[in-house]
């Protein structure tokens, strides 16, 4: 990934997350100011703490993912007529998983 398309994931974590620059260093034990400049576009290249970055923001999102609300709604409304058809939901799930290549 370009460091750009980084900064841009950057900003857009900070403004939805809700986290602050200051917060998001203290959790990676990395500087303030370093974080400042990567959010600025003042980095040039990748360095341990801009893929620090970078992986933080992926966990997170893989962590926090919303579900639609319909797809929600409608697991819900599947699991309550039947509890046994979470076995079916999970076997489509995985097949689903399998044929866009698996999750990392």
Request: glycine share 4%.
């Amino acid at each position: 990934m370009p460091i750009k398309e980084l900064e841009n994931s950057l900003n857009k974590f900070l403004n939805s997350s809700g986290i602050s620059k200051n917060a998001l260093a203290k959790m990676l034990k990395i500087s303030q100011s370093q974080v400042s400049n990567l959010a600025n576009g003042k980095m040039k290249r990748w360095t341990e703490n801009t893929k620090k970055i970078d992986d933080f923001i992926q966990e997170y999102y893989k962590n926090n993912f919303k579900i639609p609300t319909k797809i929600e709604e409608n697991i819900k409304e599947i699991l309550l007529k039947n509890s046994k058809n979470e076995g079916q939901i999970l076997a489509i799930l995985e097949a689903i998983k399998k044929i866009n290549g698996g999750l990392k």
